[in-house]
């Protein structure tokens, strides 16, 4: 069995907002497997998906670039090692031609991106880089982008501050509704416009722990499947684009899918960046680092 360590209790707490001594009991039982231990206390108390995967846990910006027709639009994601040079203005700036460099030159990967030259510059987007890390004395690394041209619709974007980014390709509606559609996704985050862009696997687990809820509810056998259904299909509303309640409905039970339709309008696609999403960042434990150095010395 693997070791039980404060650091997965922690992470297990803040993927389930559970108590500490739950957590760690629900470890121990799943023999130090993560997963298995998150299911089982969701099971067990309700709690709802894990949080983990919309924690930030690096800095950098997201930056978005849109082509003055909006056919042509990029989002990309860049890092740094602290918030501090996040907010640095050369480095906001990198970020920025990034975007547009994406968008005007459509590279395959970030390796095809490395060797263009950086739009509004002279030198090439990996000599850019570099001369960057040399001024902040930080390393700086492109992570992600996402480039979308449409012939037919019109492309919008959102910027919420400098960590989390929108980029939306539509048909029909105006620049308002794209906006307003960009500034929803940012706010409810969902995994796909539609029930088919949402992971087979996902809903499989959402029924399985909704039937063993049931089950340990006391719910008779037959009821299960049914009780069942019924958590998938409000999942399945919480997580579609088109299934969520639109954040400005002034009824507050519009769908993004009825906006849509009084608009005459539809989505083609969207991307959404979280900066540092997924990224598990090293907590520095200062105080344990002075305590080491002062026994060292003595010693």
Excluded: W
Excluded at 180 to 187: E, F, K, N, P, Y
């Amino acid at each position: 069995m693997s070791e039980i360590t404060a650091s997965m209790v922690k992470e297990l707490r803040e993927a389930t907002g559970l108590g500490m001594m739950e957590c760690k009991k629900a470890l121990v039982e799943s023999k130090g497997d993560f997963k298995v231990a998150e299911e089982q206390l969701r099971i067990k108390s309700g709690a709802k998906a894990s949080k983990a995967a919309t924690r930030v846990t690096a800095e950098g910006v997201v930056s978005a670039f849109i082509s003055p027709d909006a056919k042509t639009g990029a989002v990309v994601e860049v890092n740094c090692e602290t918030d501090f040079v996040a907010k640095n203005d050369d480095f906001m700036a990198f970020a920025k031609n990034l975007a547009e460099t994406v968008a005007k030159e459509d590279p395959a990967d970030i390796t095809a991106l490395s060797g263009m030259k950086l739009v509004n510059g002279t030198d090439t987007v990996e000599e850019s880089r570099k001369a960057l890390v040399m001024k902040l004395g930080e390393n700086v690394s492109i992570r992600r982008f996402e480039r979308y041209k449409t012939s037919t619709g019109k492309l919008s974007s959102y910027l919420h501050g400098s960590k989390i980014g929108v980029l939306l390709q539509f048909t029909g509606g105006d620049d308002t509704l794209g906006r307003d559609l960009c500034m929803h996704i940012a706010a409810s985050k969902p995994k796909s416009i539609d029930v088919s862009g949402v992971n087979q696997a996902e809903i499989e687990t959402e029924r399985r722990i909704a039937i063993e809820k049931a089950r340990e509810a006391g719910k008779p056998d037959a009821m299960l499947e049914k009780i069942a259904e019924g958590t998938v299909q409000k999942f399945l509303k919480e997580v579609t684009l088109l299934g969520q309640v639109f954040v400005k409905a002034e009824d507050g039970k519009q769908t993004i899918e009825q906006l849509l339709k009084s608009k005459g309008a539809s989505v083609n696609a969207f991307q959404m960046y979280v900066v540092g999403e997924g990224i598990e960042k090293k907590v520095e434990d200062y105080a344990a680092e002075v305590a080491a150095a002062v026994a060292a010395a003595k010693g």
